[in-house]
């Protein structure tokens, strides 16, 4: 839970006197979470931390749309990244099989972990599903639909608040048409509602949950108009802004961010406007001013993207993006 902090106001107080200093940024440990895999393509990680340790999921398969395409997961324990397990696919009979997209993980506080997902022939015809597990990722059940007209979280974790509600920041893709909005449910998943948004003169999809004192929230999405787009809350999420530029040049690619325990926001973009070949960690307080205070990759070809991004219990940062549509890296770190 969000709770405001002694560092968090000194942070504050000196952003206001132009005194914040770039975090020195150590890395801990940068590693392709697989060498080999049954897959040869892949992409859209998501991380949560478990009793087990880091758990990773992302989707594989010949190519993204190929029927084949699945849910595979990998746990971080003890140094090492176990061998990629699939964990749910597309099949619908002997016959027939659709791919599968963009997993989202998430632990209650019951300890059920959940993982959502979509299923279907392309972003604009998937349906969302989601299976659960009670020993640490172990097992999973079997795929439970989301109710009609709902998805979850479309790429990015969902939040749950002080109040026992679940934010799922969701989109949808309809006639050429993008718009994000929010789904919320209890903290164990039931009682879907949907809270529309103004996205005004943007095509925003995939957004990304910062929380702030008192209540604020803060949005920021994928546009196709080369900026991220921000959407803010005041009640707890139960009404949002219109959508509005944040100034941050972007490259129409999924993003993830987080908000620290001590109140700082980190996001991770591709802060370009053509390509997918850089990709960096910002920096914020307010979610307004924003600073690069890290580099990841910045080669001149290549696609770095879709990343995912949290905060572990003690402090340290982990992160997943693709690589060349090959692998999945991933990247601890600290701030100092």
């Known amino acids: 839970m969000f709770q ?4 968090f106001i000194a942070l504050i107080l000196g952003f206001l006197n132009n005194e914040v200093e770039k975090p020195t940024v150590k890395i801990l440990k940068s590693e392709f979470i697989y060498e080999t895999a049954p897959f040869p393509s892949c992409h859209a990680s998501t991380l949560i931390e478990t009793e087990r340790g880091i758990l990773a999921a992302w989707f594989g398969g010949t190519y993204e749309r190929h029927p084949d395409v699945s849910i595979y997961t990998s746990l971080l324990a003890n140094g090492e990244w176990s061998k990629p397990e699939m964990v749910a696919d597309g099949v619908e009979n002997k016959d027939f099989r659709n791919p599968t997209w963009n997993p989202v993980l998430y632990k209650s506080p019951a300890g059920n972990i959940f993982l959502f997902y979509k299923e279907g022939p392309n972003p604009r015809e998937w349906w969302g599903l989601y299976k659960t597990s009670d020993d640490e990722g172990k097992t999973w059940s079997k795929a439970i639909q989301i109710p009609p007209g709902m998805l979850g979280p479309v790429k990015n974790k969902a939040v749950l608040l002080e109040d026992g509600t679940l934010l799922h920041p969701s989109s949808f893709e309809t ?83 987080v908000t620290l325990q001590n109140g700082t926001q980190l996001l991770l973009c591709n802060p370009i406007k053509d390509g997918r070949n850089k990709l960096s960690l910002m920096m914020s307080i307010d979610g307004v001013n924003w600073d690069e205070i890290y580099v990841l990759e910045d080669q001149p070809k290549g696609e770095f993207s879709y990343p995912a991004i949290i905060q572990a219990e003690d402090g340290t940062v982990h992160l997943t993006y693709t690589y060349n549509r090959e692998k999945i890296k991933y990247v601890s770190l600290s701030l100092e």
Do not use: C
């Not at 405001?4 to 560092?7: E, G, K, L, R």
């Not at 948004?197 to 999809?205: K, L, R, S, T």
């Open 175 to 257: 006639n050429g048409v993008w718009s994000m909005h929010v789904e919320t449910t209890n903290a164990e998943g039931q009682n879907w509602k949907k809270t529309e948004i103004d996205n005004g003169e943007f095509h925003a999809i995939q957004p990304t949950i910062l929380q702030y004192p008192n209540n604020k929230l803060q949005m920021l999405a994928r546009t196709q108009e080369d900026v991220i787009g921000s959407t803010w809350s005041m009640d707890g999420g139960k009404t949002w802004s219109k959508v509005e530029s944040t100034g941050l040049i972007h490259n129409n690619s999924g993003i993830d961010a």
């Open 4 to 7: 405001v902090s002694t560092i």
